[in-house]
């Protein structure tokens, strides 16, 4: 009896042995690698002046004549994004009675990297003057005042646009108004009020607005 009891043991322990070495023939370490790729991508910003309204006025002047030209203060125009843009630079005037057919606007616009000096304001300025008193037969005039400024002035009648509004330059159509990031334009406006101006503009109020919007450089982009 105690014969068979080990034999069966021993069976079953020889078994057992069998089943786990039969299993261990299916079961294999590999070695193995593995990478991963990762990645972001930040849009750009096609942002002019940080987005913000210009807080130089365009005009301070006061007891405006007929004959008078008055010249308007400087504002900046500067690409605060990381694209290139293209302007859009619309000028807008009314006045509270009588007529606009009376002034002539004009304005000189300088572009920059670095910042010109003052000589360079003041022969933008004697460059607007001449194109009001018809110096040249002329009514726009292109300049570069030194490496890296180019300037752009023009002339306007407001019968050119009886709207009111009057767009500086050609647009998206003009070079001069592309805007690349890093870059400034300067615009001030003149206006001169007709000699044959009657006593109807005493003491009326003209009102003007400079809009500037941007849009980037790409075929088919558009101004919204």
């Not at 043991?9 to 193995?32: D, P, Q, Y």
């Not at 006025?57 to 008078?68: R, V, W």
């Amino acid at each position: 009896m105690k014969k068979n009891k080990v034999k069966k043991v021993f069976l079953a322990t020889s078994l057992s042995a069998a089943l786990i070495a039969t299993a261990g023939l299916g079961t294999h370490s590999w070695f193995t690698s593995e990478t991963n790729a990762h990645g972001e991508m930040k849009n750009g910003a096609l942002e002019i002046n940080n987005g913000v309204d210009i807080e130089e006025p365009l005009f301070e002047g006061e007891n405006f004549t007929p004959s008078q030209l008055e010249y308007g203060n400087w504002v900046s125009l500067s690409n605060t994004g990381d694209l290139d843009a293209h302007l859009k630079a619309t000028y807008t005037h009314s006045i509270d009675k009588a007529s606009l057919d009376a002034y002539e606007v004009g304005y000189m616009a300088m572009k920059y990297t670095i910042t010109p000096n003052q000589d360079a304001y003041e022969d933008s300025e004697i460059a607007l003057e001449n194109l009001f008193e018809g110096t040249t037969n002329e009514r726009t005039v292109n300049m570069s005042l030194s490496e890296g400024i180019e300037v752009h002035g023009e002339i306007i009648s407001q019968n050119e646009s009886d709207s009111g509004e009057i767009l500086l330059g050609e647009g998206s159509e003009d070079s001069f108004w592309e805007l690349e990031e890093g870059q400034y334009i300067d615009v001030m406006i003149g206006v001169k009020m007709d000699e044959s101006a009657g006593n109807e503009y005493q003491s009326a109020t003209y009102n003007a607005q400079l809009n500037v919007i941007g849009k980037q450089t790409d075929d088919g982009a558009k101004y919204d």
